[in-house]
Structures are given as C-alpha cells and as structure tokens.
Antibody, heavy 120, light 109 residues
C-alpha cells in the first residue's frame, strides 16, 4: 500500500524557517517524481514544487521561488521542503504528492498533510 | 499562467440525482485536465485524468468530458459519500505551471 506521511509542520514567526519531511513507503520511491502542494485554510489547492526522481530537475511556483528548497533522499525514501523567509501567506496545509508514472502532471497519491502556521 | 475557473461555486443536489460540474481554462490545455475530490479533513483524491479517464478504483458514476478550454465532470447518481469539494487541474505545462481551479462544493439539497 502506498503511504506518504508528512511531518515537521507547526507555528513559526514571520521571517522564520521550517523543514517539512515526507516519508514514503509501499512503492519504489526512487522511481517517482514528487511534489509539494499546499492549501491555505478554507482555500483551494496550490502546487508548490516538483522534483524529478533523481533530484536533478526541480521547479517552484513563483510564489515560493528563492525562499523554498525541495530535496529528496532516495536512500531514506524521503522528500523534504526547506522553507525560509516565511510569510503569513505561506500558512497552509502542505501535502506531499506523488506524480503518476504513467501520466505526467497528475498526482495519484497524497499524504494527509502537515499544517504550517506563520504568525507572530 | 493558465487560469482555471469552475462553476458553480456550490451545487446543491439530492441523493440519487445527477450533478454536472464545469471547469474552464483561460487557454487551451488540450486533454491535460484532471479532477480531484476532497472531503473535509482529507487529502484530495484523483478521480479523472486525461479529461475523461477514470483513475484506478473510481466508480463508473463519475465521468469526465471536454477538451481545449471547456470541461465537465458528471456524477450520474449522487451517493452520500460523493458530497465533497471537486477541483479541476490542468497539467498542460507540466512540470512547471500546474494550476488548479477554485473548486465546486457539492452539498446535500
């Protein structure tokens, strides 16, 4: 069974940093592209970042470019999101989402999410 | 950036009735369109991709149609477990530039 379990969320002050983790199991993690998608409270979904299976190709949404860094450790079956210079508008549930191997661009499995709250 | 819009924002439907949800793209996305279902407190679940292909395990009462800029998700006979928010997502510019619609909430009439 595919499982994605996020951790690392919490309350942080504006300008602060936080590192999210996503532990993957039930599939060959190193063969799949991965993503972070977020959802502000009561709002819709926003794609945040993408990383290729090897980690060699990375993309970010304009809203987080220069502040967030996605990475992965295939030996540990883990995905990460380092978030710096956090702003109030970064407050959201952050989901780890697997890209479908068969169809580029869709997310076939999601974690349960971890809540990040940026507030003083 | 391709902007996605969805209508209506809220759809009130009685169990057993048909629900029709619309999604529009600001420019053509070909058939690179997916639909997700999200229930309160849960992660989104993939329903449809390629505009009309059901994902694994999705019941046949869910169907998708459309191409270019206009898309429709139809739920043929609403079950109690189908009351949720539905999002469309375009992936024409994968891997960068993925965008979601604002969602349609389907609630009980």
């Amino acid at each position: 069974e595919v499982q994605l379990v996020e951790s690392g969320g919490g309350l942080v002050q504006p300008g602060g940093s936080l590192r999210l983790s996503c532990a993957a199991s039930g599939f060959t993690f190193s063969s799949y592209e991965m993503n972070w998608v977020r959802q502000a409270p009561g709002k819709g979904l926003e794609w945040v970042s993408y990383i290729s299976s090897s980690g060699s190709t990375i993309y970010y949404a304009d809203s987080v470019k220069g502040r967030f860094t996605i990475s992965r450790d295939n030996a540990k079956n883990s995905l990460y999101l380092q978030m710096n210079s956090l702003r109030a508008e970064d407050t959201a549930v952050y989901y780890c989402a697997r890209s479908s191997a068969a169809t580029m661009g869709i997310f076939d499995y999601w974690g349960q999410g971890t809540l990040v709250t940026v507030s003083s | 950036e391709i902007v996605m819009t969805q209508s209506p924002a809220t759809l009130s439907v009685s169990p057993g009735e048909r629900a029709t949800l619309s999604c529009r793209a600001s420019q053509s996305v070909s058939s690179n369109l997916a639909w997700y279902q999200q229930k309160p407190g849960q992660a989104p679940r993939l329903l449809i991709y390629g505009a009309s292909t059901r994902a694994t395990g999705i019941p046949a009462r869910f169907s998708g149609s459309g191409s270019g800029t206009e898309f429709t998700l139809t739920i043929s006979s609403l079950q109690s477990e189908d009351f949720a928010v539905y999002y469309c997502q375009q992936y024409n510019n994968w891997p960068s530039g993925i965008t979601f619609g604002p969602g349609t909430k389907v609630d009980i009439k």
